[in-house]
């Protein structure tokens, strides 16, 4: 079940022109975005590909995003459009991606569009219900690789303070898009490692608990969405024993609840 607010922003969905869709010309930045990519989703990601390329490889997305819940949809090459039109017919554009794509969408090109899924673009000033097309470029390299998760002692939330509190905000905000549409939660174990910035590289798969209809691709939505949460935490430089926390693991637990107002 959505929450009050966004079942108005679906009605108002509901009423949009698939076949005049605007098309935002300027690629999307860091700038744009409420968190930028994490390296843990990067090396989540990577991790996911069987024959990974040798060298970097690029993609250009144009992908349909609904506003003002900032959450990109399905994404087709950015070449199919026409760079002198402002406005595009979605449907007729996804069709003839489908048509291309006669050998079915390749590893990288899922890897990518994974990618993109996690971001939550900025609300425009007006919050005015409506979908627009945004283009992403994605990069996936062999620099995304990070060493595997390994298993040891960690800190507890008992063992350490955050500078500031953990932002709710951007919980909602990166609230996994078919977890909303299912009405389903989670409650997310991680353990991560502190890095020299004193930000979290998590490779640890996590235990994901969910409480509603659920399948594997809804979890690994949620483990993506704790990764990107991570990401924005700020740590105090010490623990609480007086010790630098750089280079520690730290073991913290998040709960995703759908909110109600």
Not at 29 to 48: F, N, R
Not at 83 to 103: F, G, H, I, N, S
Not at 191 to 218: H, M, W
């Amino acid at each position: 079940m959505l929450t009050p607010t966004l079942l108005v922003l679906a009605a108002g969905a509901s009423l949009a022109k698939f076949d005049a869709v605007p098309v935002i010309a300027k690629p999307v930045t860091d700038k744009d975005v409420l968190v930028p990519l994490s390296d843990s989703v990067k090396a989540a990601t990577w991790d996911a590909l069987r024959e990974p390329p040798r060298g970097p490889v690029e993609f250009r997305l144009a992908c349909i995003v609904f506003q003002p819940f900032g959450a990109p949809g399905r994404c087709v090459d950015a070449a199919l459009l026409d760079p002198r039109k402002r406005q595009v017919d979605w449907r007729a554009l996804t069709e003839a991606a489908d048509r291309a794509l006669t050998a079915g969408p390749s590893a990288l090109l899922d890897i990518a569009q994974t990618r993109v899924s996690v971001l939550r673009l900025k609300p425009p000033a007006d919050r005015k219900p409506h979908f627009e097309v945004r283009l992403f470029r994605v990069v996936v390299s062999p620099q995304d690789a990070m060493p595997a998760y390994a298993p040891g002692p960690a800190l507890t939330s008992a063992d350490f303070t955050f500078a500031t509190p953990i932002n709710g905000a951007l919980l909602t905000a990166n609230y996994p898009t078919r977890a909303l549409r299912s009405d389903v939660t989670a409650r997310v174990k991680l353990t991560c490692l502190v890095q020299p910035t004193r930000k979290l590289l998590c490779r640890d798969p996590g235990e994901i608990v969910t409480a509603g209809f659920s399948d594997a691709g809804i979890v690994n939505e949620f483990r993506l969405a704790s990764y990107q949460i991570a990401s924005t935490f700020e740590l105090a430089p010490q623990d609480k024993r007086g010790e630098d926390i750089r280079g520690k693991s730290l073991t913290f637990t998040l709960n995703w609840q759908i909110p109600r107002n």
